[in-house]
């Protein structure tokens, strides 16, 4: 999974992240993330704006939104070539970035983020029980009345379309694959950590789940 992202990194970070806008330069890139991060904003609805995560962050296209909004934003990610990116593009002084162990926060403390931010992160880990993991640690960095918005892919696939995706990319496209889970599973992780499922919006090949402690 790490071996995956950091090559797709230092091969096509663009494409990699999103292949629509693979030739964009980077300001355009990170402009597109501002109607996102206000539209998830809006869906969510923080109750404070001191400190905001964003767990795998790219090059930065949410942070630097986010940053407009938060005192203060972190984020990791499980690539340290996606991290010097980001920062060598240039990040607001409010931003820190971290890499991650890609299964934690290990770096962050309890009860210390009013929003945890996720987009094209968790469908792509294949390991079940990653994605679990940083359900169950998103719960414990977040305040009392702090709120998660995660995004995941939750189509139904055939069988025979999951055959096909695993079968036919290529090792470029690997860790870019999709793993969908269903929407059941995924409440049933926010419920075992802690969570209750506040709003869903969106289709399900991008599915958000609004998140509040319980
Ligand atoms: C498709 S990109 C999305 C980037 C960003 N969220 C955006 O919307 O522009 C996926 C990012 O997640 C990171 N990533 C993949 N697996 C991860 C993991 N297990 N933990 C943390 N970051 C991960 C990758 O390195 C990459 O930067």
Known sequence: MADGWERLAREDPLWAIDPSLADADVAAFRATGAALVAQVLEWAAPA???????????????????????????GVDVSPTMVELAREHGLPANVEVHVTDGRSLAALPDASFDLVFSNLVLQHVGDEDVVAAYVR????????????????????????????????????????????????????????????????????ANHWFVLRPA
């Not at 404070?48 to 005192?71: M, Y």
């Not at 939750?154 to 889970?181: E, I």
């Open 48 to 74: 404070r704006w001191d400190r905001a995560l964003e767990i795998g962050f790219g090059i930065g296209r949410n942070l630097v939104h986010l940053a407009e909004q938060f005192a203060r934003v972190d």
């Open 137 to 204: 640690e998103t719960a414990r960095v977040l305040t009392d009345d702090g709120v998660a918005a995660l995004q995941f892919d939750t189509r139904r696939l055939p069988f025979a379309a999951r055959v096909a995706r695993a079968l036919l990319p290529g090792a470029k496209r690997r860790a870019m694959r999709r793993y969908p889970r269903a929407a059941e599973w995924v409440r049933a992780q926010a419920a075992t950590a802690g969570l209750t499922v506040s709003v869903e919006h969106g289709d399900a």
